[in-house]
């Protein structure tokens, strides 16, 4: 018996000698991490989900170690380094590390989001150059943007005066400017149901994933097995079989109405199915195929709603919880706009003090807890430290978004902190909501025309109050991660 207790005893210290020094002896400093779940749980004991990150860049510095299970990674936590590291030396740092979990999502390695090398890059090159044919960051797409704001406008009109549900209102804009680039229509009123439908599911998806028991089985599998049901398994099954099964029907619908002989695109699900026939008389079946359209459409969907929407609905509960920043804002827009006519783009330079609150509302909202996981191509040095070919990185931008020594008193909304001693726009690099270096988000020119066009727009012609039951909440301590703000306001017409 004191021989099995003896031989135990030391093959856990062998153990934990294994996990707290030598696995960690040649790797920058940080958390000590717990056996089996690494400090995933600092995530959330307290939130928000970012907090750790910003405690941990002041105790170990710019650069450290970060465990998720029994899997290290290094922390970027500087703008400055950023720059080193994944803008100067972006090959080093260009590829996303595999998530078994998202490979089971997407039945394999599909997509732009999570994809590397050659099929990653003729990918986002496609995109970019189909985007543009399609008026990407040019006129034709503002005046699809200014489509929507006007739509935005007639949807608010109806209810002026009365409570009424601001979000959902700019949710149905932005979903019918990315499906207008996608596949080419925009969800009018024969197609609410549709839009409902993918609604419900993106409402669905964000409670279900951000729940506590999927966020442990995503973080440590190990512990699944003990889970009740539904798993992940069961939620990722359900969750993709819906939202795949409407971009394959677009899809199929697309190949049978386009004209593949004709060299005008009126989306980008035309043009994809246009090279994927093309390469397939090339005797190549497999780069463009269409279980990689439905990942891309579901890539550009998802990313092109989701964090525009949780921006604007940011934005209008921190303006309401702020006094004084709605009021500088309608002044300089009677400044600057005669009448009541729609501002575009044209008008952006004229309006520093809007411009300065979109920036504060997108660093303060700042809906990425944690960077995407990256990881590193090629043996090299971090700060020093000689980091292993294949060893995960991440660019940690909430952390940059809320350092004191460039934003001070970083949880404060405050926009004159972008506006200089002339009343000009300033220029922040450190502001860095679309990540940084080769990864950094395809669709930031879309994203930032929707928010200027759709907020300028609105605060024109606007005055928003709180609904009776008071403004949104801006805490973001209740929940894993940033999560949408739903909220009822009141808005009074102010041309």
Known sequence: MIFILVLLSTLLLIYL???????????????????KFGNWLSMVFPMPGYECFRRWTKKYGDVYTFWLESEPYIIIGS???MKETFIRDGDTYVNKKFNEVIASFRDGQYGVVDTNGEFWSTHRR???????????????????????????I???????GEEQNVPKVFNKAVANVINQLIFGYRFD??????????????????????????????????LSRFMPKPTVADLIEEYKTSFYGFFNRQIEEHRLKI?????????????????????????????????????????L???????????????????????????????????????DRLISTSDKNDLPYMQAVINE?????????????????????????????????????????????????????????????????????????????????LGEGLARMELFLMLANFFHRYEISPSSTGPPSIDKTQALGVTPREFDAVLTKRH
Not at 22 to 35: A, F
Not at 204 to 211: C, D, E, I, L, M
Not at 274 to 293: I, N, P, Y
Not at 392 to 406: N, P, R
Request: net charge negative; hydrophobic share 35%.
């Open 17 to 35: 000698f294994h996990l707290l020094y030598w696995k960690r002896r040649n790797l920058p400093p940080g958390p000590t991490p717990l056996p």
């Open 79 to 81: 703008y400055e380094r």
């Open 259 to 299: 004209d593949f002989d004709s060299e005008e695109n009126e989306s980008y699900a035309e043009s994809y199915l246009k090279e994927q026939r093309k390469r397939e008389a090339d005797g190549d079946k497999e780069t463009f195929s269409t279980q990689q359209l439905s990942n891309m459409c579901m890539d």
């Open 154 to 160: 007639r949807k608010f009109d109806e209810n002026v």
């Open 126 to 152: 496609f995109t970019l150059s189909n985007f543009r044919d399609l008026g990407f960051g040019k006129d034709l797409m503002q005046q699809k943007i200014l489509i929507e704001v006007q739509e935005i």
């Open 189 to 222: 009123d024969e197609k609410e149901k549709e839009f409902q439908k993918l609604m419900d599911l993106l409402e669905y998806q964000q409670k279900a994933f951000t729940s506590w028991k999927i966020i442990v089985e995503c973080v440590v599998p190990f």
């Open 301 to 339: 969907w998802l990313a092109g709603l989701g964090t525009t929407t949780l921006t604007l609905g940011w934005s209008m509960a921190y303006v309401m919880n702020t006094p004084g920043v709605q009021e500088k804002m309608h002044e300089e827009l009677d400044r600057v706009i005669e009448s």
């Open 361 to 441: 509302c997108q660093r303060c909202a700042n809906i990425v807890p944690i960077n995407l996981f990256h990881e590193t191509t090629r043996d090299t040095v971090i700060a020093g430290y000689p980091i292993e070919k294949g060893t995960g990185v991440i660019a940690q931008i909430s952390t940059v978004m809320l350092d004191e020594t460039i934003f001070p008193d970083p949880y404060k909304f405050n926009p004159d902190r972008f506006i200089d001693e002339h009343g000009k726009l300033k220029k922040v690099e450190e502001l860095c909501p679309f990540s940084v270096g080769k990864r950094q988000c």
